[in-house]
């Protein structure tokens, strides 16, 4: 329940990242898309490993799996922040990773 709300409420951010980043709609609303084909084809497939494992096992590993690409965000970011430009289409991944606006000296920690 918790991880669809999550995914439905990204329409409410919809509005004020067109407003702050200058996106289109169709930029915006195609990464939606994209989370919804995903989740369409794994449904079946994880509905498979419940019945399997049990979905105590199943919930562990897709916790832990969403814990190493949260905390390989800012790994990330750093190796791609140069090709994308001091401002690019990677800056939602930057302030989900919690890394500074600004690169330099004074920015790092």
Not at 97 to 103: I, K, M, T, V, Y
Request: aromatic content about 10%.
């Amino acid at each position: 329940m918790l991880g669809r709300g999550l995914g439905d409420s990204y329409a409410v951010f919809l509005l004020p990242l067109e407003r702050e980043y200058g996106w289109t709609r169709y930029q915006l609303t195609s990464v939606y898309s994209v989370f919804l084909l995903v989740s369409g084809f794994a449904a079946p497939l994880i509905g498979m490993l419940f019945d399997r494992v049990g979905p105590r096992r199943v919930t562990l590993a897709c916790d832990l799996v969403s814990a190493f690409v949260v905390a390989a965000i800012p790994l990330a970011w750093r190796r791609a922040r140069p090709a994308a430009g001091r401002q690019g289409s990677l800056e939602p991944t930057r302030m989900a990773s919690g890394l500074p606006a600004r690169s330099g000296p004074a920015a790092r920690p």
